[in-house]
C-alpha cells in the first residue's frame, strides 16, 4: 500500500469536553522523552533518554535509558534503566545484571532491559486512580535478556526473555526465565519443528542468536474481580506478558513460576479461541486495573502482521511467521470467557474490511490505554499515530508525530514505541495548559498552498494554527518549542 509524501504532523483534532485531558509522554525518534500536552505544544524534552518506553512519574519525573548496546554484539539491550527528575538529573538507575565485554568495547555493565518495566505501587505503569508508581523507594520489575542454550528448543544459541524484580538499592530479588517453561507454552510437534530449525534467528557480527519469544511486555495481574471471586489464577501478584514472535499472551504465577493461564499459540483449543480469532504480533496486552472502566478485563494491541510458528503454507513456506493479517485491532477481552467486550478494528474507524482495512495498521510497536472516563489512547506505533477514542469509537484526540529518525530500527520512520497520558497535576513545574478546540478537517477542501487546481485557488485557514505558520510549518496544529 502507498503512502503520500506529506500529510500534516502535531495535533489535528481535539475536543477538550470529550477528551480526557492531561499530558501525553512518548519517546520522540532521534530526540528522547517528549511530552506534549493535548494541542501538542511540547512542554519539557528529556534529550537523548532512550524510551523503551518513556513512562511519567508525579513530580514530573520519567523513565527511560541513557544508551544502547552495540547492536553489533547484542538486540535491543539497554545500558540501563534510569528515573530522572525535571531537569534531568538522575534519580534512581539500575544497571548491573551482567557484565559484558563486547569485541572492541570496553567491559561494562549492562541492565539488559528491554521494552517493559513496572515500579512498585502501580500494576501497568500508567495513570490508575489510587494505584500510584513510588518515585523515592520501592521493587522495580524488569524484562531483560539473557542468553542460553536449550537443546529442548534449538540446537541454536538464544536471546532468552526474563524477569526480574529489584530492590530500590539494586539488589535482584526475584527472577523468572522463559525457556525453562518451554513445555508450558502450548507448541504442537510443526511449530516445534521450525522452531528448532529457526527460532526467530537474528544475525549479529559474531553469529546468529535465536529471539525466539520476543516478549515484549510485562505487567502485574494487580487487584481485579476474577481472584475476588476465587480464580488463584489472578492472583495480584501474578505476571502477564505477551510473546510477539509466538503470539502467546500468558499469566506466570509469581510464587510456583508455572503458567496459570494461556491464550495462543494456535487458537484453536476451543470455540471462544476460534470466534475470538487469531491474536498476531501483539502488544501491551494486561489487566485494565482495578479503579478503571472495564478493570478486570484484557486490552491489548493486536497488531496482525506476521508472527507464529507452525505448518508451513502459502504465506508462509517454512512455517515460521505462519498467521499473517494486514490490519490491526485493538481488544478488549473478558480474560475468563474469552468474549470480546469492546474493540475498535477497521470496521469501528470506519474502514472497509478486507479492501482498505490496512489503513488502521501498525504491524509492530503500539499499545492502548484504557483512560478514566472510558476513552482508550491508542498508539498506532508504525505511523507515529496516538488518538483517542470514546466508548462510541468517536475520534476525540490526535497527534502524529513529526519526527522521523535517522538511525536504527526508527530510521526513515516516525515510528513511536509506545505513549502514554498522565494528569495536569504530574507536573506541578508547568501551569495547566489551555485547551483550545482543533475541529476535524474537511478534507474535501483543504489542499496545500499553492497546489489548488485553477479556477479553485483560494486562501486556506487551518483552524488552531497561526496564519504565519501554515505555509513554514505545515502542522495541524503548532507544535510549541522546538526542542
Known sequence: MGHPTVYPTGVTVYDPGKAWNGYTIFPAADLGALLIDMNGSEVQLWRGLRGFPNKLLPNGQVFGSTGLRDPAHGFQDQTDLVQVDWDGNIVWRFSHLEHIADPGQEPRWYARQH???????????????????????????????????????????LLDDRFIEVSWEGEILW??????????????????????????????????????????????????????????????????????????????????????????????????????????????????????????????????????????????????????????????????????????????????????????????????????????????????????????HELVWEYISPYWGSRGPASGMNMVYRAYRAPYAWVPQRPEPTETPIPRLDRSGFRVPGAAPPGLEREISVPGVAADQQDAAFCVAPLGNSP
Do not use: C
Open 175 to 392: 527472577s523468572w526465565s522463559a525457556h525453562k517453561h518451554f513445555d508450558e507454552l502450548g507448541f504442537d510437534d510443526s511449530a516445534k519443528t521450525i522452531l528448532f530449525r529457526d527460532p526467530g534467528l537474528r544475525k549479529l557480527a559474531d553469529g546468529s542468536v535465536g529471539d525466539w519469544l520476543h516478549i515484549n511486555s510485562v505487567s502485574l495481574i494487580g487487584p481485579n474481580r476474577h481472584f475476588d471471586a476465587s480464580d488463584t489464577r489472578f492472583h495480584p501478584d501474578n505476571l502477564i506478558w505477551g510473546s510477539r514472535e509466538a503470539n502467546i499472551i500468558a499469566i506466570t504465577d509469581r510464587k510456583s513460576g508455572n503458567i496459570t493461564w494461556r491464550l495462543g499459540p494456535a487458537y484453536d483449543g476451543s470455540e471462544a479461541e476460534r470466534k475470538l480469532g487469531w491474536i498476531i504480533g501483539q502488544h501491551h496486552p494486561h489487566i485494565i486495573p482495578r479503579g478503571l472502566p472495564g478493570e478486570g478485563n484484557l486490552l491489548v494491541f493486536d497488531n496482525g502482521g506476521w508472527a507464529g510458528y507452525g505448518k508451513p503454507n502459502p504465506a508462509s513456506p517454512t512455517g515460521r511467521m505462519t498467521a499473517r493479517r494486514d490490519y490491526s485491532r485493538v481488544l478488549e477481552i473478558d480474560p475468563i470467557s474469552l468474549q470480546i467486550v469492546w474493540q475498535y478494528t477497521p470496521a469501528e474507524a470506519g474502514f472497509v474490511i478486507p479492501l482498505d482495512a490496512s489503513r488502521f495498521y501498525s504491524p509492530f510497536v503500539s499499545s492502548a490505554q484504557r483512560l478514566p472516563n472510558g476513552n482508550t489512547l491508542i498508539t498506532e506505533g508504525s505511523n507515529g499515530r496516538i488518538f483517542e477514542i470514546t466508548q462510541d
Open 115 to 157: 521494552h517493559d518495566f513496572q515500579r512498585e505501587g502501580n500494576p501497568v505503569g500508567y495513570y490508575v486512580p489510587g494505584q500510584t508508581s513510588t518515585h523515592d523507594g520501592g521493587k522495580t520489575l524488569l524484562l531483560v535478556h539473557e542468553d542460553v542454550r536449550d537443546p529442548r528448543i534449538s540446537d541454536q544459541p
